[in-house]
Nanobody, 122 residues
Framework: QLQASGGGLVQAGGSLSLSCEAS????????MGWFRQAPGKEREFVAT????????YYADSVKGRSTISRDNAKNTVYLQMNSLKPEDTAVYYC?????????????????WGRGTQVTVSS
């Protein structure tokens, strides 16, 4: 089970730190990531990190403003988002996969957590 938290309401230019705590299994050997879905839009890839945290990949829309990291000892993955924009408003989902790294499609992730709402006001 993946449980995302840390969402909220923030003004444009602000920052948020999302966390995703895994339970029920050890995800230390899984590649993990974040997707988001805005109202009326399809789920969109945000970022992914490989099992040991040594490799990361970001969507162009968040590159340079976001950092994904993980702490396998805590079975937790993080997404630090800075310089937030109104277009970052979405429900953010934590995901995990045993497939190869840098998977960008939603159907490539077998494990999904409940999302956390991020709202950025202008």
């Amino acid at each position: 089970q993946l449980q995302a938290s840390g969402g909220g309401l923030v003004q444009a230019g602000g920052s948020l730190s999302l966390s995703c705590e895994a339970s029920g299994r050890t995800y230390s050997r899984y590649n993990m990531g974040w997707f988001r879905q805005a109202p009326g839009k399809e789920r969109e890839f945000v970022a992914t990190i490989n099992w040991d945290g040594g490799s990361t990949y970001y969507a162009d829309s968040v590159k340079g403003r976001s950092t994904i990291s993980r702490d396998n000892a805590k079975n937790t993955v993080y997404l630090q988002m800075n310089s937030l924009k109104p277009e970052d408003t979405a429900v953010y989902y934590c995901v995990a996969t045993k497939s190869g790294i840098f998977r960008l499609r939603p159907d490539e992730y077998a494990y999904w957590g409940r999302g956390t709402q991020v709202t950025v006001s202008s």
